[in-house]
C-alpha cells in the first residue's frame, strides 16, 4: 500500500513500525460549535483508511481528540479562546458548550458512518502529560517562561518548517488583521505551551502546574494525548490541509525536541472542501452542517459518496448542484443493487476473491476512492449471479461505508409494500351482495395481468368468467361483478 506522505512531499510503501499494530492519531474537533461539512470531510477520508488498513489485515489503535480548552480563533495562539466565545454566545458555561458540541459532533458522525475512534481523549483529561511535557522543554532549554506563560522556542530547531517553505511574511497570514502580536515572545514563530496570563482573566477551566494557575496551548495537547495512548512513535498522524501550520509544524517541533527521536512516521492531510466563492463552512450566508443537508431532503450518506468519488488530495468544490448529481446518482446506484435477487444461487467465492483484489488495486494507491467507487459499477456487470454480485458489494461497502446492501434492501421492500398496497385498494363488489373468493380471486388475477400488460390473459380471465354466466364491469381501481 502507498501513502501519499506530507512530510516527504511523496507515494510512500506503507510499513507500519511494529507489525502487529497500527498507530493512528487523528486531530479531533474543537467543540465549541457544530462541525460544517468541510470538517467532516477530513472525518470521513480518514475514517476510509482506517477501516481500509483494516480490511488488508492489520489490526489498527486510532486515537483523537476533543479540544475543549486552549484554542484560540487563530491557530497561531491569538484571537478569541474559541470555547468561550461558544459559551458567552449560548449563556452556557464551557463544559455545557464542550458536551453538547461533543455530542453532536459523534451524532454527525454516525450519520455519515464515521466508526468512533478507538480512543477519544478530551483536552482536559490530559493535564498531567502536558505538564510532564512541558516541564522537561524547559529542562532542555527548548522552552521558556515570559510574561507569565511558557513558550516553545522555535529558534532552537535546525528545521521548523517541516511541511512548507513558509517564510515570515506567510506566518503573517496566520495572524489576522487587528490582532496584536504577543510581545512575550522571543521568535515571531514561538507558541504557547502554557497560559498562565492572557488577555481572558475569566477562562473557566484553570489548573495548577508548576508555573502557576492556568492552562494549557492548543498544539500540545494533541502531542500529550497522543503520547499518553500511542507511546511515543506513530505510524499515521492525520487531519485537514489546514492543520499542517501552524498547528502539525508545532506537534512535530514540541514531540520530538521532547521525545528526541522521529515521532511520526506518515503524515496525512485531507484537501479543503471550497464553496465556489472559496469559503469552507458557508454557502450564501447558510453555516453547512448535516443537519442543514437532512433538513434540505438529503441523505447523510449521499454526502459520503459525493466525499468519495474525489481523491483526498484534491480541493472538492461544494455547491447544491453537485450536492444533487450526487445523491442522485447514488440513488441509482442503490435502485439498481435493489434489483439483485438476494437468493439466487451459491456465491462463487473465486470472483469474490478477484473482485476483493481488484479493489485493493486501487485503494493501495493512496487510497483512491474514486476508482474504487467504480469497482462498484463494475460489480453491477459483472458476468456472475446477483448472490455472488450482493457478496462482492458487502464485502467493498465494509470500507467505503455507504450501506449498500441495507439501503437495496429496505427500498425493495418498500416497493413491494406498495404494490402490495395497491393490490390490497383493489375493490371488488358483488353486485348482487353475496361476495365469492373464487371470482374475486380471478379478478384480482385479471388486473395483476393487465397491469404487467398481459392482456391475452386479461381477456382468457374475462371469457373464462363470462363462460360461467359472470359479467364484470371495470370501475377506477376495482371491478363489479354479477350473474347473468
Ligand atoms: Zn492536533
Redo the contacts with the bound molecule.
Keep these: 500500500m502507498y501513502l501519499y506522505n506530507s512530510a516527504s512531499h511523496k507515494k510512500e510503501a506503507f510499513v507500519p513500525n511494529h507489525p502487529e499494530l497500527v498507530k493512528m492519531y487523528t486531530?479531533?474537533p474543537t467543540v465549541y460549535h457544530f462541525a460544517h461539512i468541510g470538517n467532516l470531510r477530513s472525518y470521513i477520508m480518514e475514517d476510509v483508511l482506517e477501516k481500509y488498513l483494516r480490511y488488508v489485515g492489520y489490526n489498527v489503535k486510532r486515537v483523537m481528540?476533543i479540544t475543549d480548552v486552549g484554542h484560540l480563533s487563530s491557530d497561531a495562539d491569538t484571537g478569541e479562546d474559541k470555547m468561550l466565545k461558544g459559551a458567552k454566545r449560548e449563556h452556557k458555561s464551557v463544559m455545557e458548550i464542550a458536551q453538547y458540541y461533543t455530542d453532536a459532533f459523534f451524532a454527525d458522525c454516525r450519520k455519515l458512518n464515521i466508526k468512533r475512534p478507538d480512543v477519544v481523549e478530551p483536552a482536559t483529561n490530559c493535564i498531567d502529560e502536558y505538564i510532564k511535557i512541558i516541564t522537561k522543554l524547559l529542562d532542555t532549554g527548548y522552552a521558556y517562561r515570559s510574561g507569565g506563560n511558557v513558550y516553545f522556542d522555535t529558534s532552537r530547531l535546525p528545521r521548523y518548517y517541516i511541511f512548507n517553505d513558509h517564510n515570515e511574511e506567510d506566518l503573517a497570514v496566520g495572524v489576522r488583521e487587528g490582532v496584536e502580536e504577543d510581545t512575550n515572545k522571543r521568535n515571531r514563530n514561538d507558541f504557547v505551551l502554557w497560559f498562565t496570563k492572557s488577555k481572558f482573566e475569566d477562562q473557566a477551566l484553570k489548573w495548577d502546574s508548576p508555573w502557576g494557575v492556568g492552562y494549557p496551548g492548543w498544539?500540545i495537547?494533541?502531542s500529550g494525548i497522543s503520547m499518553k495512548h500511542l507511546g511515543e512513535d506513530l505510524d499515521i498522524h492525520c487531519?485537514g490541509v489546514d492543520?499542517m501550520f501552524p498547528?502539525?509544524t508545532n506537534?512535530i517541533a514540541q514531540s520530538e525536541s521532547y521525545l528526541g527521536h522521529k515521532w511520526v512516521n506518515y503524515w496525512v492531510h485531507v484537501a479543503h472542501l471550497n464553496t465556489a466563492d472559496g469559503k469552507m463552512s458557508k454557502s450564501k450566508g447558510e453555516f453547512l452542517t448535516v443537519t442543514l443537508l437532512e433538513e434540505k431532503g438529503y441523505d447523510p450518506i449521499a454526502y459520503r459518496f459525493f466525499c468519495l468519488q474525489s481523491h483526498y488530495r484534491k480541493n472538492l468544490v461544494f455547491s447544491w448542484e453537485n450536492l444533487d448529481n450526487a445523491q442522485k446518482a447514488f440513488d441509482k446506484l442503490i435502485a439498481r443493487i435493489a434489483g439483485l435477487r438476494p437468493d439466487d444461487g451459491a456465491v462463487d467465492e473465486a470472483a469474490l476473491a478477484a473482485n476483493r483484489e481488484k479493489f485493493i488495486k486501487q485503494m493501495d494507491n493512496d487510497i483512491n476512492t474514486p476508482n474504487g467507487v467504480t469497482v462498484l459499477y463494475d460489480v453491477l456487470k459483472a458476468k456472475t449471479n446477483d448472490a455472488t454480485k450482493r457478496a462482492m458489494l458487502a464485502d467493498v461497502d465494509s470500507v467505503l461505508s455507504l450501506d449498500l446492501l441495507r439501503k437495496a434492501d429496505a427500498l425493495r421492500e418498500k416497493n413491494a409494500r406498495a404494490a402490495a398496497t395497491q393490490s390490497a385498494a383493489f375493490t371488488v363488489i358483488a353486485e348482487d351482495g353475496t361476495p365469492d373468493e373464487a371470482i374475486e380471486a380471478q379478478l384480482r388475477a385479471r388486473a395483476e395481468a393487465k397491469k404487467a400488460k398481459n392482456f391475452a390473459e386479461a381477456d382468457r380471465i374475462r371469457d373464462a368468467l363470462k363462460a360461467q354466466g359472470i359479467e364484470l364491469t371495470d370501475i377506477p381501481n376495482g371491478a363489479k361483478w354479477k350473474r347473468v
Aim: charged content about 20%.
Design positions: 486531530c479531533g481528540n498544539h495537547e494533541c487531519g492543520n498547528h502539525h506537534e
